[in-house]
């Protein structure tokens, strides 16, 4: 299967920065989606950004609340996605998750591959003065 671990959450005081890191490791064939979510204390979990892979070019998407601010981008040889928040605000405190989807080697035998979708075990972040 696959697992995701996350890393580069903390604390930050308004308009710092931070980067989230998320690396997938397992027996992945191939990744064609790449998403960052967010749940804030009594909400909902929601998207923040995403990365499709293309064949000839990647495209990502921002939910409006973040864009300009954070940025989205990927390692492919380490099968690793990054969001680089900027110009924080305290409304984004919250436990960040990121998702992947793609498919896997099920079988190394036969190459039996199968789709999947794998989520990482979320990190904090915290903006506060």
């Known amino acids: 299967q696959v697992q995701l671990v996350e890393s580069g959450g903390g604390f930050v005081q308004p308009g710092g920065s931070l980067r989230l890191s998320c690396q997938a490791s397992?027996?992945?064939?191939?990744?064609?989606?790449m998403t960052w979510y967010r749940q804030g204390p009594g909400s909902q979990r929601e998207l923040v950004a995403q990365?499709?892979?293309?064949?000839?070019?990647?495209?990502?998407d921002y939910d409006d609340s973040v864009k300009g601010r954070f940025f989205i981008s990927r390692d492919n040889a380490n099968n690793t996605v990054y969001l680089q928040m900027n110009s924080l605000k305290s409304e984004d405190t919250a436990v960040y998750y990121c998702?992947?989807?793609?498919?896997?080697?099920?079988?190394?035998?036969?190459?039996?591959?199968?789709?999947?979708?794998?989520w990482g075990q979320g990190t904090q972040v915290t903006v506060s003065s």
């Open positions: 998702s992947f989807g793609g498919w896997y080697i099920k079988d190394h035998g036969s190459r039996t591959l199968a789709d999947f979708v794998a």
């Open positions: 397992g027996s992945i064939w191939n990744i064609y989606t």
């Open positions: 990365i499709t892979i293309g064949d000839d070019r990647d495209t990502t």
